[in-house]
């Protein structure tokens, strides 16, 4: 069992939600990265995504935006990233999801790439701008190393897409909150409860909310009908705004402490 199905299978058990965090490798640098990583693993996070530096990312809001150019602008790369998470990976067992755009993959090489990943502990792999026959090729391939593409839908995704999508589907489904692009907001869509609705017709797979979270009544209430909500831009946030790298991990501990309703769980792993 991946650590994916096992870290959601421990979270059912319990009659728990699950957390999953979202920062940008490399921002505010790699060190500081590795220690944002780990404060994520040691204060609640179930599973981490782990972005991708990327100079086009389309699916991202200014947040975001911003953060993959700091990353850049320091030199990151896809090498640097999975080097990132080999050195997680030796102690902590929190899966690591790779959030990312085709092109780098594609510059790195689809086969190296799933070698190189599957031997750093990577777990899984959502890449926003592949569609139907790409991401099936790109399923299959990353199957073989033991990698789970995760599908992402929104409410604008017709069922018979869903249906597509679903069958093919691996690790969890990342419902998006709404349409549009990433970033932090105040008030959550009706739209989100709708598509986990119609998103659980065609699979049993767990299904995380994501795009807009950044409070704990948000949090609160996506978990009342997912099985897991991502916060992504609000801790990007923090760390944008943090004078210092000791600050950034200091910003982001206290903000994941605050956000979430459950006690935090220790680094043990699952």
């Known amino acids: 069992m991946s650590r994916i199905a096992k870290t959601f299978e421990v979270l059912s058990n319990a009659g728990r939600k699950g957390f999953i965090p979202f920062i940008t490798a490399g921002d505010p640098d790699l060190t500081t990265s590795a220690l944002i990583l ?24 200014p947040t975001i935006q911003a953060s993959s150019q700091r990353s850049l602008v320091n030199g990151v790369t896809l090498h640097d990233v999975l080097e990132l998470v080999r050195n997680f990976r030796s102690r902590f067992e929190t899966p690591i999801v790779l959030f990312g755009y085709l092109n780098p ?21 959502l890449v926003t701008d592949i569609v139907d026959d790409e991401a099936a090729v790109i399923s299959d391939l990353l199957a073989d190393g033991d990698i789970d593409l ?19 589907a691996r690790g969890f489904i990342y419902a998006v909150s709404r349409a549009g692009v990433t970033g932090a907001r105040d008030e959550m869509s ?32 996506v978990w009342k009908y ?15 705004h943090a004078e210092t790298p000791k600050d950034a991990v200091y910003r982001v501990r206290i903000f994941i402490r605050g956000l979430l309703p459950q006690v935090a769980k220790t680094p043990s792993g699952i």
């Open 38 to 61: 780990e404060a994520l693993a040691a204060n609640g996070a179930d599973i981490i995504e782990l972005g991708v530096p990327f100079s086009d990312p389309m699916a991202d809001g």
């Open 105 to 125: 993959l594609m510059q790195y090489g689809f086969t190296r790439f799933r070698d190189d990943a599957k031997n750093t502990g990577i777990d899984g792999v």
């Open 150 to 168: 995760i599908s992402l839908v929104a409410p604008t995704t017709s069922d018979e897409r869903l249906e597509r999508i679903a069958m093919r």
């Open 190 to 221: 009706s739209s989100a409860e709708n598509l986990v609705r119609r998103v659980r017709k065609f699979t049993d797979l767990p299904v995380a909310v994501g795009f807009g979270i950044s409070k704990r009544e948000q949090v609160e209430s």
């Open 226 to 240: 997912a099985d897991a909500a991502v916060v992504g831009s609000a801790i990007v946030n923090e760390i944008a």
